[in-house]
């Protein structure tokens, strides 16, 4: 059999003013062809699950492009139109395929378009037959749309956040398309969605009510003619119609069955609700409770400042409280600052240098700190994800430098990118177990790679683009009431 397989994520933040153009792409990951293949072959990624599934059956591929990007404001009409053409084009060109399966994310907005994946799939059904087989894998925090159950036979959502089970969802799908092209299943869908928004650290699945929730969907005695579950989160940065947590249900052939399931894990989502609500720590108290801990090292995310989730990549106020509070073994990954990279490369390694860090983008992550500090290295910023959250696949900061403010190495990068494994320290002379507190721009992803070794993990939130506390981003389009925005 002949599948065409493709990959175009990106997770939109409405609230940024950072558009996402196809540099933006082309900076994470942007192939096309052959090249898209060639960038996933041998790694734990939605399409590395989906070749790889292929190839183990004898069956052949199409690639068309695999492109991403880091979290940001709305992909432009160029970026979208170009990324999402590769793919319409060719199913076009390839009519002897006997099926399409697709990595997408589930929340990306473009420049006039609240529905990116939706009008892909809907571009893709109109040059295909209405019996094709088009099975998408879609990030938890997917907004889930009628035009994007219209337009695929089936969505797939991970099952895991931190996501690490990104290939184990492409090698489901790749092994349920085959099922719906021999015509051995017939799915039928429900969807249930309560007015819920769970804010992104309380819903990972290594404990609580979301691993709960997982559990019952995912239950050995649970009915046998489900063919795949999903509960999704959606994505709560961004101010569209569809925004809410959704389950989502397929079984073969029996309506019923779906729609009963799918109820009873709505029901059990919003009976539970509260446990959702999330406790903020301000960030001088994360810093001094991390200086005061026997546990070593300790981890603290930067929440709010989360480029994972659209964050600017540039708030320093963890860095200005580390540095006020006397911290003298500290890492921070990363402090996006193009400037101040230029200001380290030019000054040259073992220079000291003053700069104005951070706090560039807007005026939403707090101030710049003014500081002076030695450059320890200059790299590319390039490294291998070794975590159990796509293993194998590469990561770009840009050039970057470690500026050294007597004994806290503040690594500032060109890129914005969400630092979610230890590799980032090693990659930049920093060996992340020998520090005593480690800083990440994250929110729940480094879970999957620094929980082994972390001594401690003190959570720190505050201003920024992906603050947990929903109640002062200015929703304008999406349904009211909604918990825990209203008290229902």
Known sequence: MKWLIGG???????????????????????????????????????VGGFIDEIESRGDS??????????????????????????????????????????????????????????????????????DLPIVAILDLHSHITQQMLDSATVLIGYQKYPHTDIYERGVEATRLIARLAAGEVHPVWALEKPPLIPPCATCHTESGLYKDLWDT?????????ILT?????????????????????????????????????????WSRRREFVYQPRPVEEAVRQALACAQKPVVIPDIADNPGGGGANDSVEIVRALVHQGARSAAVAAIYDPEVVAQGMEAGVGQRIAVSLGAKTDALHGQP??????????????????????????????????????????????????????????????????????????????????????????????????????????????QRPIFPLDDI
Not at 62 to 86: E, K, N, Q, Y
Not at 217 to 225: E, G, Q, S
């Open 8 to 46: 175009f994520s990106h997770e939109t933040n409405t609230f940024s003013s950072v558009q996402t153009d196809l540099n933006a792409f082309r900076a994470h990951t942007y192939a096309v062809g052959e090249d898209a293949a060639h960038v996933a072959r041998d790694t734990e990624t939605g």
């Open 61 to 130: 591929f199409v690639p068309t492009v695999t492109a991403a990007a880091t979290p940001s404001g709305r992909v432009t009409a160029d970026a979208f139109r170009d990324i999402a053409g590769h793919i319409v084009e060719g199913a076009r060109q390839h009519r002897d395929i006997d099926g399409i399966l697709l990595s997408l994310h589930g929340a990306m907005a473009a420049e006039g378009l609240d529905d990116g994946e939706g009008e892909l799939l809907a571009r893709l059904r109109s040059v295909v037959s209405k």
């Open 217 to 225: 969907a995912l239950r050995a005695d649970r009915p046998a003619a």
């Open 229 to 269: 579950t999903s509960l999704f989160a959606g994505f709560p940065y961004a101010d569209v119609d569809p925004l809410g947590f959704a389950t989502l249900v397929y079984a073969d052939g029996d309506g019923e069955v779906a729609t009963t399931e799918a109820r009873m894990l709505r029901e059990m989502a």
């Open 369 to 478: 700190l003014d500081v002076e500090g030695v450059v320890r290295t200059a790299v590319d910023g390039r490294y291998q994800y070794t975590g159990p959250m796509t293993r194998g696949a590469w990561a770009n900061m840009g050039p970057s430098i470690v500026l050294d403010l007597d004994g806290i190495q503040v690594i500032v990068c060109s890129e914005r990118l969400q630092q979610r494994d230890p590799e980032v320290f090693r990659a930049c002379g920093i060996a992340p177990e020998e520090m005593d507190v480690l800083v990440v721009k994250s929110a729940v992803h480094f879970r999957a790679a620094f929980a082994p070794l972390a001594g401690a993990i003190i959570e720190a939130d505050g201003l920024g683009l992906t603050s947990l506390d929903l109640r002062p981003f200015p929703f304008t389009r999406i």
